[in-house]
């Protein structure tokens, strides 16, 4: 091999490499910090966001306004409005829903909020699946799970399927409705925001609330289950967020002027996180 290289004497040949020797845990060392602090940098933000989710999402993120009311009293004018849509038919009587135990609350609340199951607040169904063997109904375009990401929709090239006037009027979402995956990224959430209409496919939860509240909050509640852990996939073999295990999933409810204002603050702070 004709490579070419210094040759230092022999003795400082052995002064090298006890020097390198000596320096090389300083080196190990320093790029260990350096990887942890490179990987910190890269969670910084995700946490940040999360750290501050979670303050929204307990009461601590704004003050609570006695004059605002109580979220039982606007609990009661959901209630009120579900019975009324029962009455009229527009919406199935259901079973109702059992007390909210101890061990289904994953963290304290202040007195002016309250504890409520998803099924308590929202009207919710999935979409039609797909059935090569439909031959009644119009095809109409329709979302699938990978359409679906955080607060935002990829609506390239999608798909048709024939939907009866029944299955339209059950699978369609509008302005307003809270989309949630059953499967693929489970829990994952966005609102429909569109002045347009769409159908969806049976691995979405629609979910339409039953009188005023603010939609937004609710969205960053689905962000700060998912990232805590909070919402995890139920079944044997296919993994997925069920009807059932929405319907009981629990929520805090503060007052809808105290929502309001916990998401007017988030989106005054969650951007900066970014930067």
């Not at 939907?163 to 959430?189: H, M, N, P, S, Y």
């Not at 139920?234 to 009981?248: D, F, M, P, T, W």
């Amino acid at each position: 091999i004709n490579a070419i290289f210094a040759l230092p004497p022999l003795a400082e040949q052995k002064r090298i490499v006890a020097k390198i020797d000596e320096l090389m845990p300083y080196i190990e060392r320093y790029d260990k910090a350096w990887s942890k602090l490179e990987e910190l940098n890269k969670r910084f933000p995700t946490d940040l966001q999360k750290s501050i989710l979670q303050l929204a999402i307990q009461g601590k993120l704004v003050e609570q306004r006695p004059e605002e009311g109580t979220a039982e009293e606007l609990y009661q004018q959901i209630q009120a409005e579900k019975q009324r849509l029962i009455k009229e038919g527009k919406i199935k009587k259901e079973k109702p829903l059992p007390e909210i135990t101890e061990d289904e609350i994953p963290f304290d609340i202040p007195e002016s909020w309250k504890w409520v199951y998803i099924g308590d607040l929202f009207q919710h169904n999935t979409g039609k699946a797909l059935n090569s063997s439909d031959k009644s109904g119009i095809p109409l375009e329709y979302i699938t799970t990978s359409n679906v990401y955080w607060n935002r929709f990829e609506l390239g090239k999608l798909k048709t399927m024939l939907f009866t006037d029944a299955e339209i009027e059950k699978c369609t979402v509008q302005k307003g409705d809270l989309l949630v995956l059953e499967g693929g990224d489970i829990g994952r959430a966005a609102i429909w925001n569109y002045d347009f209409p769409m159908r969806i496919q049976n691995h979405i939860h629609r979910l339409r609330p039953f009188n005023e509240i603010c939609i937004e909050f609710f969205y960053y509640i689905f962000f700060l289950y998912k990232n805590a852990g909070l919402i995890n996939g139920k079944g044997i073999g296919i993994q997925g967020l069920s009807s059932k295990v929405l319907h009981k999933l629990a929520v805090p409810l503060p007052p809808l002027a105290e929502q309001k204002r916990i998401v007017k603050k988030l989106e005054e702070i969650l951007p900066l996180c970014e930067k």
